[in-house]
T-cell receptor, first 116, second 108 residues
């Protein structure tokens, strides 16, 4: 149980276009989802915390107009990278926390974004 | 500010040898500390957390508030322990702050 999926696993887009990444909790309901970014050989950096039905809370330095997060249901959160640039190329990972009272975060496999 | 430091990027040991992955943290309150593991081509998964005080796959970690450390230890390393290990801290909120990770290689 407690499986989180991400789609796509890998995406290449052209500079200036937008790309959407989905994060789904497959077998549990997630009131809270987290979006992380990981640069090569670096740690995971939290970008934003997403609560179902409300606006996401962004970390300092993360542009909310560039990284649009929507958490419309208890099993789906999306991250849209708008007007992507090569410096947005990175590994994006989501995690989800269930509604059972446990605070454990379950991580998705990540999405590799390459902006050309 | 919350900060997690893992001083070793790479750690290599032989099978059967003891292994210790170091983690130091900075936080003014009472933190929760975690160790996450990422095996090759797999997702990040929780290995253990200090409040559970349990041993998982032979690994243990003790929170030392005096030294602000949460080192991960295993007395006899196995080849299947080779992975990336991340120490993480949770302070007053639900956010996790991760260290940069240590890549452990257990040689046969």
């Amino acid at each position: 149980g407690a499986v989180v999926s991400q789609h796509p696993s890998w995406v290449i887009c052209k500079s200036g276009t937008s790309v959407k990444i989905e994060c789904r909790s497959l077998d549990f309901q997630a009131t809270t989802m987290f979006w992380y970014r990981q640069f090569p050989k670096q740690s995971l950096m939290l970008m934003a915390t997403s609560n179902e039905g409300s606006k996401a809370t962004y970390e300092q330095g993360v542009e909310k107009d560039k990284f649009l997060i929507n958490h419309a249901s208890l099993t789906l959160s999306t991250l849209t990278v708008t007007s992507a640039h090569p410096e947005d190329s990175s590994f994006y990972i989501c995690s989800a926390r269930g509604t059972s009272g446990s605070d454990e975060q379950y991580f998705g496999p990540g999405t590799r974004l390459t902006v050309t | 500010a919350q900060r997690v430091t893992q001083p070793e990027k790479l750690l290599s040991v032989f099978k059967g040898a003891p292994v210790e992955l170091k983690c130091n943290y900075s936080y003014s309150g009472s933190p929760e500390l975690f160790w996450y593991v990422q095996y090759s081509r797999q997702r990040l998964q929780l290995l253990l957390r200090h409040i559970s005080r349990e041993s998982i796959k032979g690994f243990t970690a003790d929170l030392n508030k005096g030294e602000t450390s949460f080192h991960l230890k295993k007395p006899f390393a196995q080849e299947e322990d080779s992975a990336m290990y991340y120490c993480a801290l949770k302070g007053g909120s639900e956010k996790l702050v991760f260290g940069k990770g240590t890549k452990l290689t257990v040689n046969p």
